[in-house]
């Protein structure tokens, strides 16, 4: 026997054409497993052997044909230009009633006639020239053509004939009796064999280039098992991309042909083929034999016999996995029903052997339906598991399904309740798509009084106030008290959105007492919203420390409401304690960031900025509010959007640049976003940038109709938005130095003026307006404010004031003026600013993703330059570089150029040289 590939046998071919044309008959089994090319062999040795002056005679055998008597041998007299009146001979022959073709056994064709006279007319064609008779797929051939060919075996030895048979290389023999006779006399075997790496590697020679020809013939053998058929698809398709792309093209295993030639292969054959093939591309590693019997409903041993054809043939491993691709054709090549129910009977199998509801969920998706009243739980398990590895598109396509499918009212509200969640978390505008459904569940008393609150807090932040209000009243109507935590939470948004803890739009005075009544006990205490918000009227003390740091060690419990954490940490930041907020900011972060959470992570982007920005770092500052407001789209944002945006503006004025601050002001806003406090310091912005454009009346204009919104609303927020300096500023601007000292004066009696930064701040702008003699008293007082607040923008104006006030008084004593390195004190394990050789070493802390984003970023290259150079996202390049801030205990990219040194250019072994 031989075993080759297709390419050898072909030369055994030619040789036993020479043999038989000597007068030395040969009779060749040539044995193929799926798709191991044995027709084309078939085919294209005759084409050969008739260019060598052959007569070839050609047959296949087909299923639909096999009780068919004489139906072979019809096909061979027909395929020759052979004489019409032998022709017409043989066609009456086999044409006889076919009980005549019948023969008690392979053994004894002699006692049938009609056999005998047949095949000698066809051994008499020897006579004239050498003759080739080809029969594909023997194993569909019929008994009486099976006995002809037999006959001629027995008779060939002298004559010029070579007879080929091909049949499937199976498990299990086709026409047994008929190999066992055909076997006992002389012949030859040729087995075909799968195409080696090194045969696929010389076939593509000339096609590409030779590092790309390696790693392509790697490819193509992992993805074909070496299977001929599948090969020479494979390599088709890549001319096909290189001569119309000028590329190899999206990858192997995606193209046309190759998916044709997948799904051919599996066709051809019996007819559970293609049904074990599915079976195998559906359960993929999960796949044993006894789970694709029951998926399949089909006996064990006939899928043990479909599995090691496959497997012979290349279509899957040795443990039973195809190759992602391939499963992919092979599942594709189902109706869309098809595929769907066999997804679902695979996720039924997988949940019955216990299998991770990850897995069974990925059925269940596939299926875009679930049966079964285990499903609904499975898709919930899995939905937490999703979030848990960052991929929140999944979860939220788990509950979805998970939603469609409780069909339990208890099951049904959690469900509801747990996607809502998420979508908040991830697409706020998308979860308002749930208001009517909760709606209905409050109304009938099935949600609880924080879901009532997570449903404001959505309205509220998307401005649709009237919303928020009825379902208050719903909430009222059925008798619902909030709790310590619930009413919490909504006061806290309250004073996020409003700075109050009833707002102007509670118009009735029952839905004010239900909102501020605090019923049972819990933590935080029933004090903690009124504590945080003293902070925007007169800054932190240690009492408004201790509750933010106390609200945000208990979000390592449970998820709390974004405003919720976010006012706990700017009240941090706004009290002084910058290194604390930037602490809890990270944390968040990399929560959010680890739970895909996009609009929390968007907004937490911002909190962070925003306290950059109050620390005196405006350069990181604007680089964390631009990724914020470009992770999410616009319509997603909501009223969210008048944070980042007011970040933007009042940092790039920081900075001095124009242009990008009125960039920013040029984004759309929702219209009902000035009737917040957001709303108003963003107006604030406004005013600030009009102001430095030299609109003084413009900018006046703005901050007076703040002023009157804020004493509508009788609230309080002057360390939030300074609003009687800017006015100040915009009158000494203008020239009236009167009237601006009057609003100062009257602002260092307000509760505002406590804070030190705020106080400092007023009392550099008062010293403006005072006479010479009075001026070096104000700015010390200013200077030492300042620099005990800890606010390094503001002290470095006031020390350059107090320098041009000391030289107009012509006095000889000095202050300590900002040096030439910044003045502001390093955070707790800070790294400085020139750290040179010891900070390389600070940056082992960096994984090498890391450190490649840090580098070029120290180089002055964008986010937008990075993620082209490394072929990431931006979205990564962004995560990279927070962790890179948090690692390395830096505000932001300005500090990465000092940090890094040389190392921007050359890296931390060149420096180490």
């Known amino acids: 026997m031989f075993f080759v590939e297709y390419g050898a046998a072909f030369h055994i071919l030619q040789d036993l054409t020479s043999l038989s044309a000597a007068g030395n008959g040969q009779l060749v089994l040539v044995n193929g497993t799926l798709g191991s090319g044995k027709t084309r062999l078939l085919h294209e040795f005759s084409e050969w052997a008739s260019e060598n002056e052959a007569l070839v005679l050609w047959a296949t055998g087909a299923r639909a044909e096999q009780e068919l008597p004489m139906g072979v041998i019809d096909q061979l007299i027909h395929h020759a230009d052979l004489p019409n009146d032998l022709v017409c001979r043989l066609s009456r022959l086999i044409a006889r009633p076919a009980q005549e073709f019948s023969a008690p056994a392979f053994g004894s064709p002699a006692e049938v006639p009609a056999l005998r006279e047949i095949c000698r007319l066809?051994?008499?064609l020897c006579t004239e020239r050498p003759v080739v008779i080809c029969v594909d797929d023997l194993q569909f051939v019929d008994a009486a053509s099976l006995q002809v060919l037999l006959y001629l075996q027995h008779r060939m030895r002298s004559r010029r004939?070579?007879?080929i048979l091909s049949e499937w290389e199976h498990p299990r023999v086709a026409q047994p009796l008929f190999r066992a006779e055909v076997t006992r006399q002389p012949h030859l075997r040729i087995q075909l064999r799968l195409m080696t790496e090194e045969r696929i590697l010389s076939s593509l020679a000339g096609?590409?280039?030779?590092?790309?020809?390696?790693?392509?013939?790697?490819?193509?053998?992992?993805?074909?098992?070496?299977?001929?058929?599948?090969?020479?698809?494979?390599?088709?398709?890549?001319?096909?991309?290189?001569?119309?792309?000028?590329?190899?093209?999206p990858g192997p295993g995606t193209g046309k042909r190759f998916s044709q030639a997948v799904l051919t292969c599996l066709h051809r054959w019996e007819p559970q083929m293609f049904d074990v093939a599915c079976g195998l591309a559906a359960l993929g590693e999960r796949t044993s034999l006894p789970r694709l019997s029951r998926l399949l409903d089909l006996?064990?041993?006939?899928?043990?016999?479909?599995?090691?054809?496959?497997?012979r043939a290349g279509l899957i491993r040795a443990d039973h996995v195809c190759a992602p691709e391939v499963a992919a054709v092979i599942l594709a090549g189902m109706s869309a029903d098809e595929r769907s129910a066999l997804h679902v009977r695979a996720a039924g199998v997988l949940y019955d052997a216990g299998e991770d509801a990850t897995e069974v969920a990925a059925h269940l998706l596939a299926a875009a339906r679930a049966d079964g009243d285990w499903a609904p739980r499975v898709l919930s398990v899995a939905a937490e598991r999703a979030l848990g590895r960052g991929d929140s598109t999944t979860a939220l396509s788990c509950l979805g399904l998970a939603l469609d499918a409780a069909d339990d009212a208890r099951q049904h509200r959690m469900v509801l309740r747990q996607l809502f969640k998420l979508t908040l978390q991830t697409n706020p505008t998308a979860a308002l798509s749930f208001l009517s459904t909760l709606s209905k569940a409050l109304s009938g008393g099935r949600l609880g009084d924080r879901d009532v609150v997570s449903l404001v807090r959505l309205l509220v932040s998307r401005g649709d106030t009237d919303s928020a209000v009825a379902v208050m009243e719903d909430a009222m109507a059925i008798g619902m008290v909030l709790g310590q935590e619930a009413r919490l939470e909504l006061e806290l948004t309250f004073r996020r959105w409003y700075g109050v803890a009833c707002p102007p739009f509670l118009a009735s005075d029952g839905l004010r007492a239900w909102c501020a009544k605090p019923t049972g006990t819990g933590a935080p205490g029933p004090d903690t919203g009124q504590t945080?918000?003293?902070?925007?009227?007169?800054?932190?003390?240690?009492?408004?420390?201790?509750?933010?740091?106390?609200i945000l060690r208990q979000s390592r419990l449970g998820v709390r409401p974004l405003e919720t954490m976010s006012t706990a940490i700017l009240a941090l930041a706004h009290g002084g304690r910058y290194d604390r907020a930037l602490f809890w900011c990270d944390e968040l972060i990399d929560r959010f960031s680890d739970r895909g959470a996009t609009a929390c992570l968007a907004e937490l982007l911002a909190v962070r900025a925003d306290v950059c920005l109050r620390g005196g770092d405006p350069e990181a500052a604007i680089e964390l509010a631009q990724n914020a407001v470009t992770l999410l789209r616009e319509e997603s944002w909501g009223l969210f959007v008048g944070h980042p945006l007011s970040v933007l503006i009042e940092a790039n004025l920081e900075l001095g640049r124009l242009r990008e601050a009125a960039d920013a002001a040029a984004r759309p806003i929702p219209e009902t976003l000035l009737e917040t406090a957001v709303g108003v310091r963003y107006a604030h912005a406004l005013g600030r940038l009009a102001m430095a454009r030299g609109r003084i009346t413009e900018a006046l204009d703005y901050f007076h109709a703040c002023r009157h919104r804020l004493d509508v609303w009788n609230v309080q927020i002057g360390v939030l938005v300074p609003l009687p300096a800017s006015i100040a500023e915009a009158l000494?601007?203008?020239?009236?130095?009167?009237?601006?000292?009057?609003?100062?004066?009257?602002?260092?009696?307000?509760?505002?003026?406590?804070?030190?930064?705020?106080?400092?701040t007023a009392l550099r702008l008062l010293a403006a307006t005072a006479a010479q003699d009075e001026r070096v008293p104000l700015l010390l007082r200013a200077v030492d404010r300042l620099r005990a607040a800890d606010a390094p923008a503001e002290l470095r104006r006031a020390e350059r004031e107090l320098q041009r006030a000391y030289d107009d008084a012509g006095l000889r004593l000095e202050p300590r003026l900002e040096p030439a390195e910044d003045t502001r004190p390093p955070r707790p394990g800070q790294v400085p600013a020139q750290a040179g050789v010891g900070a390389v070493g600070d940056l082992e802390e960096l994984s090498e993703a890391e450190l490649r984003v840090a580098r070029l970023a120290a180089m002055g290259r964008s986010n937008r330059d990075i993620s082209r150079e490394l072929w990431?996202?931006?979205?990564?390049?962004?995560?990279?570089?927070?962790?890179?801030?948090r690692k390395l205990r830096i505000s932001g990219r300005a500090k990465l150029s000092n940090l890094f040194g040389p190392m921007a250019v050359c890296g931390p072994q060149q420096v180490a040289e």
């Open 532 to 550: 945080l918000a003293r902070v925007w009227a007169a800054g932190g003390d240690e009492e408004s420390a201790e509750t933010a740091e106390e």
């Open 161 to 163: 004939l070579l007879l």
């Open 732 to 760: 000494l601007a203008r020239g009236d130095k009167t009237c601006a000292r009057e609003v100062l004066q009257d602002w260092l009696e307000q509760p505002a003026c406590r804070d030190g930064r705020t106080a400092g």
């Open 122 to 124: 066809l051994l008499e």
């Open 872 to 885: 990431i996202t931006v979205s990564t390049v962004e995560q990279h570089l927070t962790r890179v801030y």
């Open 207 to 249: 096609i590409t280039d030779a590092a790309a020809t390696v790693r392509l013939a790697r490819r193509f053998h992992q993805l074909s098992g070496g299977n001929p058929i599948l090969v020479n698809a494979l390599v088709e398709d890549l001319q096909l991309a290189i001569e119309h792309e000028g590329a190899p093209g």
């Open 299 to 311: 006996d064990a041993a006939q899928i043990g016999h479909s599995v090691e054809v496959l497997t």
